[in-house]
C-alpha cells in the first residue's frame, strides 16, 4: 500500500513538474507573464512617460507564419536605415503573431500573442535587430490587438518636445506596420483607428503590406500615412522601408557597398492620391522620396 502511495505520489509531482514548466514556455511564447515567469523572463516594460526631441516610431511587425523571409531582410535593411534617421527620433518595436502556430496552445492564446520588444530610444538600432532576431515566428495576425497595446501602453506616455525641451506644438508619434495578410484573429483594426483618430490626432501609421491585400489601407488613410504595396521585390521592400523611415532612396545599396554619397534610385512607384467629389483619382510616376500625407504607393 506505501509502495501504491508513494508511486501516486511521484506520479502526480511529474505532472505538476511539467504542468509547470509548460506554463513557463506558453508565457515565454504569448506574454502571458506569471509570478515564475517574472523571475525568469526579461520582460521589456514601457515607462510611464518618455519625452522625445523629434519623431517617435514603432516599429509593429508581423511575426505570422508566412513573414520568415521577409523578417530577414527587415533585419538587413534596418542594419542600414537605422544610423541614417535624426539622432532626435526614437525607434520602438512591437512584434505580435509570435508562436502561434504552436498546436499545444489555444487559439485564444495566439490572438493575445503581441510584445513591446524594445522600448523608444535612439541610437538603438543593434538592440532592435537583436530582438527580431530572438522573436520567433508563429501563425496568426491579431493586428487590431496590436495595435490597441501599441496605442494604449507603448505611445500613451510619449511626449514630444522642441530642441529647447519645449512640448512641440505638433505631435507625430508614427507606427509603420509591415505584414503579409490582413486580420486574422476577429477583430477591426479600420473600426478601431476610426474610433479613436479624433482624441488622437497625434498618430499616423504607415502600412506595407507584402502581397495583394488592401485591408489594412484604411488605415493610413484615416491618419494621413502611407500605404505601400510591395509585390515580392527585396529592392521595393527596401525602398518601402526607406521612405517609411523618411531617409534617401538609395540608402541601404550604399551601406552594402559602402559607398560614400548615395546612388540615384531607379525604383518607380505610383503614387494614387485620394480624389475630390469621388472622382478617380490622379496617377503620376515618380522616382523621389514622396511627402507626407495620405499617398497609396503600389511598386
Not at 210 to 217: C, I, V
Request: glycine letters at 6%; proline letters at 4%.
Amino acid at each position: 500500500m506505501k509502495a501504491k502511495v508513494l508511486k501516486n505520489i511521484c506520479a502526480l509531482s511529474a505532472i505538476f513538474l511539467t504542468s509547470g514548466i509548460f506554463s513557463i514556455v506558453q508565457a515565454r511564447q504569448y506574454n502571458v507573464y506569471t509570478p515564475a515567469t517574472y523571475k525568469q523572463v526579461e520582460i521589456v516594460q514601457s515607462p510611464k512617460n518618455a519625452n522625445i526631441q523629434g519623431e517617435a516610431i514603432e516599429l509593429l511587425v508581423d511575426y505570422s507564419g508566412s513573414m520568415d523571409k521577409w523578417i530577414e531582410i527587415a533585419k538587413d535593411t534596418l542594419v542600414y536605415i537605422l544610423p541614417k534617421i535624426p539622432d532626435t527620433s526614437a525607434v520602438a518595436l512591437r512584434v505580435f503573431g509570435e508562436g502561434a502556430s504552436l498546436t499545444s496552445f489555444t487559439y485564444v492564446d495566439a490572438c493575445k500573442a503581441s510584445r513591446l520588444a524594445v522600448y523608444f530610444k535612439k541610437n538603438n538600432e543593434s538592440k532592435l535587430i537583436k530582438a527580431l532576431e530572438d522573436a520567433r515566428i508563429g501563425g496568426a495576425t491579431p493586428i487590431e490587438f496590436a495595435l490597441r497595446e501599441t496605442v494604449n501602453k507603448d505611445l500613451k506616455g510619449v511626449t514630444i518636445l522642441t530642441k529647447d525641451n519645449q512640448k512641440a506644438p505638433v505631435q507625430l508619434k508614427k507606427i509603420i506596420l509591415v505584414t503579409d495578410g490582413g486580420e486574422s484573429c476577429g477583430g477591426d483594426p479600420c473600426a478601431y483607428i476610426k474610433s479613436i483618430i479624433k482624441s488622437h490626432s497625434d498618430l499616423q501609421i504607415d502600412v506595407v503590406q507584402l502581397g495583394s491585400d488592401n485591408a489594412l489601407r484604411c488605415l493610413p488613410t484615416a491618419t494621413g500615412g502611407t500605404f505601400y504595396k510591395v509585390d515580392g521585390s527585396r529592392q521595393k521592400f527596401e525602398t518601402a522601408f526607406e521612405d517609411a523611415f523618411n531617409v534617401p532612396r538609395g540608402t541601404v545599396s550604399s551601406g552594402k557597398q559602402g559607398l560614400q554619397t548615395l546612388p540615384s534610385s531607379n525604383v518607380k512607384i505610383k503614387y494614387e492620391q485620394p480624389a475630390k467629389n469621388n472622382t478617380q483619382p490622379a496617377v503620376q510616376i515618380q522616382t523621389s522620396s514622396p511627402k507626407r500625407g495620405y499617398k497609396f504607393i503600389q511598386f
